[in-house]
């Protein structure tokens, strides 16, 4: 188990980009799977912004970020369904 | 009603600078737009879309991605080790996370190149259009990330060396947004 936050997070985002890239690799990817990969990729942001950035020890400015990647998140994910 | 001496103004919680988060949040939202109109267009045309997609390169896309998160915590190790007044680790640090840095332009080149060789330009599609305007975009803010490092590593001290990891982290947290956009989802 690693105890310090940033190589933790470095674990994450790899574990996440190899999922991502497993998905996409899996099959043609399709709807779902891409919802999913976009969703992975939020994820990938989220962690970069609460560890890489600190927010995660200013829950006020945590808060604010997760806003503005789910306004991100929906206005992508919207056009992607629309298309 | 005064304010008690412990209670804190929600900017002081705010790591780093005011002026890097107002840059960072920009980049979000400019890059999120221009996602957003490529898959505004890409509605308009996904055969077309799709079949630019295949001509692009997403294991180099992939390999990027782990060489940006790799110099991000690279970055961040770099701004840990300066606030310990730990230089030479510091700039180690940095050194490191300019290497991946330019590793990332390098493969972004190939990429490039090879699109190049097959004849596929900025006019081919508009999905190339918006291929190279959002990826050449990021990879001049990669080529300034690393400009910034190595200004940092010279003199090396806390604040710059926290605000200029904080820039890299913004190009870290563009990328993670535009590769599975533009090179993975079908």
Redesign the interface.
């Given at each position: 188990m690693i105890r310090d936050p940033?190589?933790r997070?470095?674990a994450l985002?790899?574990g996440l980009?190899l999922l991502?890239?497993a998905?996409?690799?899996w099959s043609?990817?399709?709807r779902l799977?891409?919802i999913l990969?976009?969703g992975?990729?939020?994820a990938?942001?989220r962690t970069?912004?609460a560890?890489?950035?600190?927010?995660a020890?200013?829950?006020?400015?945590m808060r604010g970020a997760d806003w503005?990647l789910a306004?991100?998140g929906v206005?992508?994910l919207g056009?992607?369904i629309?298309? | 009603m005064t304010d008690s001496p412990t209670e804190t103004e929600?900017f002081d919680?705010?790591?780093?600078d005011l002026m890097i988060?107002v840059l960072?949040?920009s980049e979000?939202?400019v890059f999120?737009a221009g996602?957003?109109a490529f898959?505004?267009v890409?509605?308009t045309d996904?055969a077309g879309f799709a079949t630019a997609q295949a001509a692009l390169h997403?294991?180099a896309a992939?390999l990027n991605?782990?060489v940006l998160?790799?110099s991000?915590?690279a970055?961040?190790?770099a701004a840990?080790s300066a606030e310990a007044a730990r230089l030479g680790a510091g700039r180690l640090w940095l050194a490191f996370a300019m290497a991946l840095g330019v590793v990332f332009l390098v493969v972004k080149g190939f990429e490039y190149a090879d699109l190049a060789a097959q004849g596929i330009g900025v006019e081919s599609h508009a999905a190339f259009t918006f291929y190279y305007l959002l990826t050449g975009f990021h990879a001049a803010h990669v080529a300034a990330g690393v400009l910034i490092l190595g200004l940092v590593a010279i003199r090396l001290r806390p604040y710059p060396v926290e605000t200029a990891?904080?820039f890299w982290?913004m190009v870290?947290?563009v990328w993670?947004?535009l590769?599975?956009?533009i090179?993975?989802?079908?």
């Open positions: 940033l190589p997070a470095w985002l790899i980009s991502s890239a998905l996409a690799d043609d990817p399709g799977t891409s990969i976009l992975l990729g939020l990938k942001a970069i912004l560890t890489y950035l600190r927010l020890g200013a829950p006020f400015w503005v306004l991100v206005l992508l056009l992607y629309v298309g | 929600p919680d705010l790591p780093g988060w960072i949040v979000l939202l999120g996602l957003a898959l505004a890409r509605a996904p997403p294991a992939a991605t782990a998160v790799t991000g915590v970055a961040a190790l840990r990891a904080a982290h870290d947290l993670v947004l590769f599975p956009v090179y993975l989802m079908g």
